[in-house]
């Protein structure tokens, strides 16, 4: 996201402390160091960033995305399983992302939870509930 608006133009989130939300991803992901719960968590914080902001990935991936998600939530899928699905997607990268030029067709979408709800300004402690919660919510709206 590199917009300079103060609120995310896909999924609507506030900045933080000038933090956009890939920023506030970013953040989370250093607090995994210190949290073996949120670390292990880890797919869902990823997967619902990402299904939150779909406009670079294809319709593919998204769908692809989507259903690992839900699988995962539902405990129907262990984290090893995705990472072979997960794999597949990485490896032909043309396929995940959109070219470039058609990357700007953001599509505002209102959701409940934003990660702007997940990443507290140094309140590290909590988090892996937070993501969590704010899966579970996205899962309702998919
Ligand atoms: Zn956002």
New binding site residues.
């Given amino acids: 996201?590199e917009s300079q608006t103060l609120t995310?133009p896909?999924?609507g989130?506030s900045r933080i402390n000038g933090l956009d939300?890939f920023g506030q991803l970013g953040q989370i992901g250093v607090w995994e160091y210190n949290d073996s719960e949120l670390l292990a968590e880890h797919f869902l914080t990823v997967a619902s960033y990402n299904l939150?902001?779909p406009a670079k990935f294809t319709e593919a991936a998204i769908e692809g995305l989507r259903t690992v998600f839900l699988a995962y939530l539902k405990g129907e899928m262990g984290v090893s399983e995705i990472r072979k699905k997960v794999a597949y997607f990485a490896n032909g990268k043309a396929r995940v992302l959109k070219p470039k030029a058609d990357r700007q067709n953001y599509k505002l979408k209102r959701w409940p939870i934003?990660?702007a709800s997940v990443y507290l300004e140094n309140q590290p402690a909590g988090a892996a509930t937070r993501v969590r919660t704010w899966a579970q919510s996205i899962a309702q709206e998919l």
């Fill in positions: 996201m995310c896909e999924c989130a939300c939150q902001h934003t990660i």
